[in-house]
């Protein structure tokens, strides 16, 4: 029996990687009409190595990069970068069509549902805030949490503790094969594949299922139910 369906945030329940292009491509062209000197072409290939080396994540890729550029930080172009990434992420971060219906029939199905992220903790929950999905989840594990990333079956038994059943009563979708269908896998949670989030060109995914419409989880998990 499934008691619970437990979400990867980025590129499952948000287009993230779509909102991250996005956000810098304007950061980009704020901070070179404040003054950066380098094609655009150039900058967004520094801000790749920065990411590279220091995570997607990384709160200060924009001093960095001035940084290295400059041997310190012009504040007027970074303020202007910030400006226009932080403006750009919040028109750009929506979620997947139907997204919402399907976490609120979810609840309706008496469910509970629940989000283990890599994220760290107040970037996660500023996502969740800002597109109004925090008040549904019984659960968030971020990054913070545990300190661990996925595979590491530490943030899915964590999950698992705070929603209060066993793995496998829960099922775990999430767009990263190697982390979210590994990770939820060995700890013995049924798993789904997110593809319609798949950055990676992911040909074999190994998860029990695969959906390209977040709605099918409603007829796997009544499927599964059912057979119970």
């Not at 910030?82 to 609120?104: G, K, N, S």
């Not at 969740?128 to 949490?145: P, R, S």
């Not at 545990?146 to 595979?151: F, W």
Request: aromatic share 8%.
């Amino acid at each position: 029996m499934i008691k619970a369906v437990i979400f990867d945030l980025d590129n499952t329940l948000v287009d993230f990687m779509a909102m991250k292009a996005q956000a810098v491509d304007a950061a980009i062209h704020a901070m070179r009409d404040a003054g950066l000197g380098l094609a655009r072409d150039e900058i967004r290939k520094r801000i790749d190595a920065i990411y590279a080396e220091r995570g997607i994540e990384f709160q200060n890729v924009f001093d960095q990069l001035l940084f290295n550029e400059f041997s310190k930080v012009d504040h007027k172009i970074l303020a202007s970068g910030i400006i226009a990434y932080r403006r750009a992420r919040e028109a750009a971060l929506v979620l997947y069509p139907h997204v919402y219906l399907t976490l609120v029939q979810l609840v309706k199905m008496n469910l509970k549902i629940a989000v283990v992220s890599d994220a760290p903790g107040r970037e996660a929950w500023l996502r969740l805030c800002y597109l109004n999905l925090h008040h549904l989840f019984d659960a968030v594990v971020t990054f913070d949490d545990t300190k661990m990333r996925k595979p590491n079956p530490e943030p899915f038994v964590e999950a698992l503790k705070r929603l209060g059943i066993k793995a496998h009563e829960a099922l775990m979708i999430g767009d990263w094969a190697e982390r979210d269908v590994v990770g939820a896998a060995q700890v013995g949670m049924k798993t789904v594949f997110a593809r319609y989030g798949d950055t990676f060109g992911t040909v074999v995914s190994h998860a029990d299922y695969e959906v390209d419409d977040i709605t099918q989880l409603i007829d796997i998990v009544r499927q599964l139910n059912r057979e119970a």
